[in-house]
């Protein structure tokens, strides 16, 4: 399974935006990019997921570097409720198997 | 939105004990579900993918008569921890992925946190 490399943790401030980065540079050409977040004690929640394009919706924009080698999880104003674990996930074309690697954890503070 | 649910959430017992636990698509059907275990402070880590109407996958290291898996309907997907142990104490989570569509989302249930005396 291709990886991914997340920084250990992020800190933000409420209200203020969120710019979470993910490196893949062995990306392939039909892996998808998904993003995933854990709050404590609970399942993780779909955030997004893109293949080329930038994509964006309620929950946070993902905007994918031209070569692919790298993503980024925006999100455009961080409240208490989105500290969480980010997973940034390569999904094969076609597969559904997900592979959680470290995580980024987010502390947003008030 | 899709739900994905699992039953219990929390299970206290005494080792050797077997435990199932259920993990059920609310409005939608599954042919395929996943099962995930998570020590503390650590990643999910994928055990096995659960298909229905056929036998599961195991990822490598995980034992199958340990953790036995059904998935007896386009719902519902039990894992089963036989004769349990306290280094089987972790959290369990499942996910199910909606429609036949390539590259869903997955959705998770809550976990269910096993604690084995």
């Known amino acids: 399974d291709a990886k991914t490399t997340q920084p250990n943790s992020m800190e933000s401030n409420e209200e203020e935006p969120v710019h979470l980065p993910c490196n893949h540079s062995t990306i392939s050409g039909t892996d998808y990019i998904h993003w995933y977040r854990q709050l404590p004690s609970q399942g993780p929640e779909y955030v997004i997921h893109g293949l080329t394009s930038n994509v964006n919706n309620r929950m946070a924009s993902l905007a994918i570097a031209e070569d692919r080698k790298s993503s980024t999880l925006i999100l455009h104003r961080a409240t208490l409720r989105d500290a969480a674990v980010y997973y940034c996930i390569l999904v094969q074309g076609g597969s559904e198997k997900l592979v959680f690697g470290k995580g980024t954890k987010l502390t947003v503070n008030p | 939105g899709a739900v994905v649910s699992q039953h219990p959430s929390w299970v206290i017992c005494k080792s050797g004990t077997s435990v199932k636990i259920e993990c059920r698509s609310l409005?939608?059907?599954?042919?395929?579900m996943f099962w995930y275990r998570q020590f503390p402070k650590q990643s999910l880590m994928l055990m096995a993918t659960s298909n229905e109407g056929s036998k599961a996958t195991y990822e490598q290291g995980v034992e199958k008569d340990k953790f036995l898996i059904n998935h007896a309907s386009l719902t519902l997907s039990t894992l089963t921890v036989t004769s349990a142990h306290p280094e089987d104490s972790s959290f369990y989570i499942c996910?199910?992925?909606?429609?036949?569509?390539?590259?869903?989302?997955?959705?998770f249930g809550d976990g269910t946190r096993l604690s084995i005396l």
């Open positions: 409005d939608f059907q599954a042919t395929t």
């Open positions: 996910s199910a992925s909606r429609g036949a569509a390539l590259n869903q989302p997955q959705h």
